[in-house]
């Protein structure tokens, strides 16, 4: 698969996640086939997390909640790459306070869009939305305190130039915690193949010391992986890169070695010099 073909695919799926008449698992174009709440509690958000933000915010597309190990302090700076409707961002703008200011970079217009509304909905005066592709952020170099993001890296085509990215946007001693799938072992060809799959966060999962390292390469240091965890069958796949899968002629078996592959990771690294 090429990279804008990739690229295309991903924004045009979630552009109808963004759709405001249908929810994530209702347009079946999201990471998910159950409801927002239940993923976004799976994945390790609390009940208040939930309800804290703008309805309409959290879309239930995580794989893992970044904020809760980020260790956000007041008047720090925070990018969240690929920040959708803005879910991670508002919780992350409570805990900068209004001395800080948090910063959602998104490739989809209507994602944004979105987040916009939910911010002036949600009354936030220290948040900002930027249309961008985390592969060449729109921000300036050293500019951000703690980086963010949650299961959106596995989507990118070009892994290794966002962590480059990622650095680069980072001051000294910057953070980067992130959620995300990675896989146990390779998937089979004819899944690394397909676009639906991979814009269904399937098969653009890198390998975990394969994604490990190419942090490492970007100059991160201190690189930990916190918790690892394998998720139901159900939620690994979305529904239309279920569809796809199974249309590819995987046994029950296989679809269940491929789902058992692929597990949550979340990751934290300091960018030191």
Do not use: H, W
């Amino acid at each position: 698969m090429k990279e804008e073909e990739i690229k295309r695919e991903v924004r045009n799926r979630y552009a109808k996640v963004a759709n405001p008449s249908s929810s994530c698992c209702a347009s079946s174009a999201g990471c998910c086939s159950v409801p927002n709440k239940q993923v976004s509690k799976m994945v390790g958000y609390s009940e208040e997390e939930m309800s804290a933000v703008p309805e309409g915010a959290n879309l239930g597309l995580g794989c893992g909640n970044p904020i809760a190990l980020a260790s956000l302090k007041v008047g720090e700076r925070v990018l969240d790459l690929g920040c959708g409707a803005g879910f991670d961002v508002f919780l992350a703008a409570k805990k900068v306070g209004n001395q800080g200011q948090v910063i959602g970079v998104d490739m989809t217009p209507e994602m944004l869009d979105k987040a916009r509304a939910n911010a002036k909905k949600g009354g936030y005066t220290n948040v900002e939305f930027r249309l961008g592709e985390i592969e060449n952020l729109p921000v300036a170099d050293n500019f951000v305190d703690v980086i963010i993001s949650n299961c959106v890296i596995n989507l990118s085509p070009n892994k290794k130039r966002v962590f480059e990215e990622a650095f680069r946007v980072l001051v000294s001693n910057g953070r980067l915690m992130v959620s995300d799938l990675v896989l146990r072992r390779k998937l089979p060809e004819v899944v690394q193949r397909n676009v639906e799959a991979y814009a269904g966060c399937v098969s653009g999962a890198e390998l975990k010391e394969v994604y490990l390292e190419q942090m490492r390469n970007a100059g991160f240091q201190n690189i930990e992986v916190i918790e690892e965890q394998s998720y139901p069958l159900e939620y690994v796949f979305g529904e239309e890169a279920f569809k796809s899968v199974i249309d590819l002629g995987l046994t029950p078996e296989e679809l269940k070695e491929t789902a058992s592959s692929i597990v949550s990771i979340k990751v934290s690294a300091l960018r030191t010099r």
